[in-house]
């Protein structure tokens, strides 16, 4: 029988522990102000194997690698001005971008699934940048969760999907954000929308001074692109305006529901409540229905994220 998951302090500490267990090869979730996120060392293929295996993920789904600040980053990988504009508007913070891979860059190929590409990330959440600095090495870190399902806003979730399958957790509270990075990356002098996320693209193209474009073809070049994603156990029914039978409801705005993304139809407490809400509904059994969600700025991140856990499972 596996040992039970550490439950760690974001104090001295819980943060020595957690750079230790990095270091030795193990796994720590940790939190982010998007998502808790499921680390461990990016330059040691053994211990990215274990993510992939904790999780159940496929492992043609590249990870995200979560750096100390902008200059571990630019060790890795070709940086360029665009890059570096958005690094300087938005990091720390909710924003991955996706460069190509310096010759020397040292991460296992595990972490990037094969591709000459990897998205990098330095977050904004202090217990995560306390124990990236105390680490001082490459994180890769999806979220901490089994592959699929709905991702983790508490150390609780984590618990109840990896408890006895990882090392520790680091537990700082509730995520802010609430919904996973923006992932950009670049097509010659083009910005690249990867994946909506917690930072909405109308700050990002005013920071370039030009539109973002939609990626082409179906090649999954970052995490979260695969189409069913952060799925409850039920079924999930969009656009709902009222709960069918044996329905669980989760309301926005005007529709009521068991629980309400946001009463008063703000987006960005709907971003912060939506993984949380369906975890509670989805304790509950049965099937869940969603009230409709604008798409309008950070809308556009929740209503990708409800398309996938909707999508029809393989």
């Not at 995200?64 to 890795?76: C, G, K, N």
């Not at 508490?154 to 399958?165: Q, Y």
């Not at 930072?199 to 189409?227: D, N």
């Amino acid at each position: 029988m596996s040992p039970a998951t550490l439950r760690l302090h974001p104090d001295t500490e819980g943060l020595d522990r957690a750079a230790k267990l990095f270091a030795s090869g193990a796994l720590v979730a940790f939190p982010t102000e998007t998502v808790y996120g499921l680390g461990a060392d990016a330059t040691q293929g053994k211990a990215v194997a274990a993510i992939y295996e904790a999780k159940g993920r496929p492992s043609f789904n590249p990870l995200i690698v979560h750096l100390a600040d902008t200059a571990a980053a630019q060790a890795l990988v070709e940086w360029n001005t665009q890059a570096d504009i958005l690094a300087r508007a938005f990091w720390p913070g909710p924003l991955t971008l996706v460069l190509p891979l310096r010759a020397d860059h040292g991460l296992s190929p595990l972490v990037t699934a094969g591709l000459p590409t990897v998205g990098l990330r330095v977050p904004a959440h202090p217990a995560a940048r306390a124990l990236l600095a105390k680490f001082g090495g490459p994180v890769a870190a999806p979220s901490a969760n089994p592959s699929g399902r709905i991702s983790p806003t508490t150390a609780d979730h984590v618990l109840a999907g990896l408890d006895g399958r990882i090392a520790a957790v680091l537990d700082d509270g509730p995520c802010t954000v609430g919904l996973e990075s923006t992932i950009i990356g670049f097509d010659g002098p083009h910005a690249v929308l990867l994946r909506e996320g917690g930072l909405p693209p109308e700050p990002i193209e005013a920071a370039l001074g030009s539109r973002l474009i939609q990626p082409s073809g179906t090649t999954i070049t970052a995490p979260g692109q695969m189409s069913s994603h952060y799925a409850p156990r039920g079924s999930l029914r969009l656009n709902a305006t009222s709960a069918g039978a044996g329905e669980h409801m989760l309301g926005f705005g005007p529709v009521k529901g068991d629980l309400s993304l946001s009463e008063s139809g703000d987006l960005v407490e709907a971003a912060a409540n939506l993984f949380g809400h369906l975890h509670q509904l989805d304790t509950l059994g049965g099937p869940i229905a969603v009230a409709p969600v604008p798409m309008n700025g950070l809308g556009r991140a929740i209503n990708d994220r409800l398309r996938r856990a909707a999508a029809p499972r393989d």
